[in-house]
């Protein structure tokens, strides 16, 4: 026998496989996620609406809409810091930022995906103080998924874009 009969077999198999596995698993797959898929303009919409309400709430020093911002499960990633789980967890954090004085808070979502139950929009947000002073300034990752009916945060994180202090001497 000759080495290509030897490898026939082989790679008639082997085709075989690659050709299953492009057939009808992986088109339902994706019918699936079209299905599933969000209109883009619809989840910017829901969350412009709600990060005008999270920033006014910040402002206004409400901490019991800003709380319902998020889900009972949800993560913080602050900068400089450890992961916060949980929303009880997250109510300190939120504590301690409302006492930073902030004046002003804006939120620019520059994009959104997602489909179904999640949206994941990314941004960049400033922070604003007395005498129109900048507190922060920097970008975002949130990650929203609905409970009891509305969208709320579930994974939240942030940093600076402002130059690191230098140190003193």
Known sequence: MTRI???????VLFSLMISGC?????SSKATDLRNDTLDVAA?????EERNLV???????????TVMDHFTEDARAF?????????KSAIAPLISQFLKFGIRKFTDETTRVI??????????????????GTTLDKGK????????????RVCSNMWNTS???ASEKK
């Open 54 to 64: 999270y920033d006014k709430a910040f402002v206004d020093r409400d901490s019991i």
């Open 22 to 26: 492009n057939t009808n698993a992986s």
């Open 5 to 11: 009969s030897l490898c026939f077999p082989v790679i």
């Open 114 to 131: 997602g489909s179904g139950e999640y949206i994941i929009e990314e941004g960049n947000f400033f922070l604003g103080g007395e005498n």
């Open 78 to 86: 602050p900068p400089n810091e450890g992961q916060v789980i949980g």
């Open 162 to 164: 402002l130059p690191i």
């Open 43 to 47: 989840m910017k919409k829901i969350v």
């Open 140 to 151: 975002y990752i949130c990650v929203w998924k609905k409970e009891d009916g509305k969208w």
